[in-house]
């Protein structure tokens, strides 16, 4: 059951209760404003602030917890490709013709030697941590404490077409089905013999990867039924249709869409007269 | 005379590749209010026959289409199928591919938004639809959290929603147990007696087709073989056969008579005439029972594998074992049945490994199986899924039964002659360079069992090996297991179709929430009727007309579990019963 339930938080909340359309613009101004910034401290304010949000309205700390996790190695390489590396875009950046070392790799070790990890560069990339981690949470953050089918309606009322709707609420739909394919055919590999625990990570990768095989033929088999079926249900994928749910705004949807509106103005007036934001820049 | 609701003209069929036609020359008129029920072997065209209802046949698939398809007096290539899907409600036999939304709701409701209907109607018909199947309260779950009965139920209520004027079902009961089997059909017949809902149903439940069609049809290689009322039909025992259906039981019980020279009249086809037939003819006959039954073995070798105590709480708290004891003695062929949910695969899953147990013990060969591996005990214990594809990977056969061999490291000689081997006990050594996938359904499953072969089990498991498949499959495989077990092998068959294992198990172990209800010789638990129902499971139609046998005679019959050995007790007297 825990492979449905990820989909909507359990907890009824203020934000459960909106429509998904002020959701879809909390996202998209969201997205912007950590895509455009470059303060590593205004980018980790916003990220704190994401993952409250994330906690207040019901998303698990679990699931925060699980994302940082999958991500720590990519966050590892961006500080140390930003620290390391980053060097000419760091400069521009600050104006500065000289970074400030944090530390340097004595000149003796291979290869390595006379590295060296600048602070600028460092805080770069602590900027683009967070930068990630904003983009990666605010999607729970809408999408977790939406109904699915409140998503889908409003996704319809936001112009987006019906067709992109339905995959979106397929795959939904199939996507426990798949995970239940998956584990099972894993499974029938194990008692076919295979010595998973015997085998370093290359070779199990190479008899996961066998997976494919049976997991391939059965979707195709599947996607055949599933359009048979949608056939004898009347779907053309016409956005021309009825909807059992309404997405009806009230005020709180169009009071939120107009904070977000005016936080994206704000934050690009600031941004652009007074570089708050700016990787350098006064905040 | 009633309104003609479906008229078939000279319907001919062949899907855009195919070489043959699926369809030949079909003349078929069905009555409003009909329960229409459509039989055949697999391949013969019934699902095809199904989606020419709905136009799906031919305007989906496109392909060659001769004649004419009325529905409610609309010809299906003068109208879209969008349109028709008004008119026809349809369920499949996948209950997972057919619910495409993610709530109750939300399925019923999807073909009535594609077809444009108000929302405060949807809202009025959503109710009714559940009603009408006892889905009531669950309009707010996800497809996945209900169970295979139910799903199947959920896409009738849909398929009801849209208020068609007949309601196609296309082996609507073959994926699922006895229950959600049982459940089906009882909706699907208080729709039609109730609401007068027009049916038209393929399914192989040759018994329970005979309970409730009005009219059955035959389809045969594409053609219409025959029309009637089910005693016509399926009292046809040696047509039945030699199309690989599967007659019900009361009627080969009466045929079987019959050929003794036996009158019995006409054959019944259903239970409550069989039980009448049965005091006729038992007026007219001497009873006595065979001399040569066939009695299970009684094993004393060394357990295979031995469970004691064994408890199994899943994470969330369910406990889904409650201290089952039991030995597996090499060479037997092993039963277990059970309702979903009654601990059949948690129970067999400690056999693999693949659970361990929170109390208790498992020993294979003497061995905990705590102290094994998955593959240690893939070695000793073969497994053969419900879907033998699952476990097919390799470009050839040859590839596939040598796979775990070299994932093993076995030395390349070995490696060879243990394939040889396998392939051979298979039957498969002149197919070792074909793709596994290019060969039938039943040899792929030979595949797998090679593969299995080549590792050298004492035991392998069959999980549901008669899931979904026609008798003629069904057979093939089961006829696999009885190979194997003539070769000294340990057989474990996990199956919900008791009327097929008569011929092939010796020992039945009855499972129920949890726990080992019995454990006795196949002839003591087939007999043992209340306990079979107080779990759902039904024992078979033979086993049921022998008690009443019993009964009649007030003999002492020996437990009789098929209809030859219960044809065999009639002895004809002319003037009525002897002494």
Known sequence: MSMLKFQTVERDSFFTRLDFRPKLVMMAVISIIAFVWESPLLQMVMAFLIIIAALVVGVKFSYIRLVIMVMTPFYILLLLTHGFFNIDQVKALTGKSVLTPMFTFPESWWLIGGGMMSWEGFTYGVNAIFKTLSLTLVIPLGVFTTDVDTMIVGMVRARIPYKIAFIFSATLRFFPV???????????????????????????????????????????????????????KAFSGSPVRTYLHESKMGIEDYLLIAFFVLLLIVATILYFAYGIGKFGGPI | MSEIIVAL????????????????????????????????????????????MNAVVPQFYGGRFFGHVFVAGLDTLDYPISLLANRVGAVFDDPETQLIATSVENEIAFALENLLVPREEILKRIPHALAAVRLEGTEKKHPAELSGGQKQRLAIAAALAVQPDLLVLDEPTSQLDPVGSQEVFATVRELNKELGMTIIMSSHAAEEMAEYCDRVALLSNGELAAVGKPEEIYSQIERLLANDLRPPQVASTFYLIQQTGIPTGAIPVRMEEGSRYLKEVEEVCTIYPPKDIRQARVHTSEPVLSIKDLKHVYPDGTEALHGVSMDIREGEYVLIIGQNGAGKSTLVKHFLNLLKPTSGSVKVGGVETANLTVSQLARRIGYVAQNPDNQIFNATVGEEVAFALKALKYPPEEVESRTLEGLAAMGLSNVREIHPLALPKGDRARVVIAAILAMKPEMIIFDEPTTGQDYRGAKYILEISRQLHEMGKTIVVITHHLYLMPDYAERVLVMGKGTLLMDAPIREAYHAVELLQSTYLMPPQAVLLAQE???????????????????????????????
């Open chain 1, 178 to 232: 798949l995970f239940q394919e998956i584990g099972m055919i894993i499974e029938a590999q194990r008692l076919r013999g295979l010595a998973m625990e015997r085998m370093n990570p290359a070779q199990r990768v190479k008899v996961y990867a066998k997976v494919a095989v049976p997991l391939i033929l059965g979707a195709m088999v599947k996607s055949q039924q599933l359009e048979v079926v949608l056939q004898s």
């Open chain 2, 9 to 52: 003209e000279k319907v001919s069929y062949k899907y855009p590749r195919s070489l043959d036609f699926v369809l030949k020359n079909i003349d078929l008129t069905i009555q409003k209010g009909e329960f229409f029920g459509v039989i055949g072997p697999t391949g013969a065209g019934k699902t095809t026959l199904c989606l020419t």
């Open chain 2, 549 to 579: 046998l019993g009964n009649l005679t007030n003999q002492s019959l020996p437990k009789l579990l098929t209809p030859e050995e219960l044809a065999s007790c009639f002895h004809y007297s002319h003037n009525g019963r002897t002494p």
